[in-house]
């Protein structure tokens, strides 16, 4: 976790399109620079407003280990 002063992601992901910030996001669970679930959940609201609700409930299974989706939470990702 020492790591993630350093790491640039926050500071830049603002100002990239939603589709590149999802490597790095990626990349920073990959190297566990925080928390897998701060980057679950960062994912999940990246998702908000896109087309990919499969992937968004994978990513909700995942967080909340569970493999119920709440009926609320699929037309929270729903445009």
């Known amino acids: 976790m020492a790591m993630s002063k350093y790491d ?4 830049i992901a603002p100002n990239l399109d939603r589709h590149l910030v999802f490597p790095l996001l990626e990349f920073t669970q990959e190297r566990q620079l925080y928390l ?5 959940k960062a994912k ?8 990919m609700v499969d ?3 994978d990513i909700h299974k995942s967080l909340y ?7 609320g ?4 990702y729903l445009c």
Do not use: C, G, K, W
């Not at 640039?8 to 500071?11: A, E, G, H, V």
């Not at 897998?36 to 679950?40: A, E, G, N, P, Y």
């Not at 999940?44 to 087309?51: S, Y």
């Open 8 to 11: 640039l992601t926050p500071r």
């Open 36 to 40: 897998i679930d701060q980057i679950l």
């Open 44 to 51: 999940i609201e990246l998702l908000n407003n896109t087309n």
């Open 55 to 57: 992937y968004a409930m």
């Open 65 to 71: 280990h569970t493999e119920d989706v709440p009926q």
């Open 73 to 76: 939470s699929q037309s929270f």
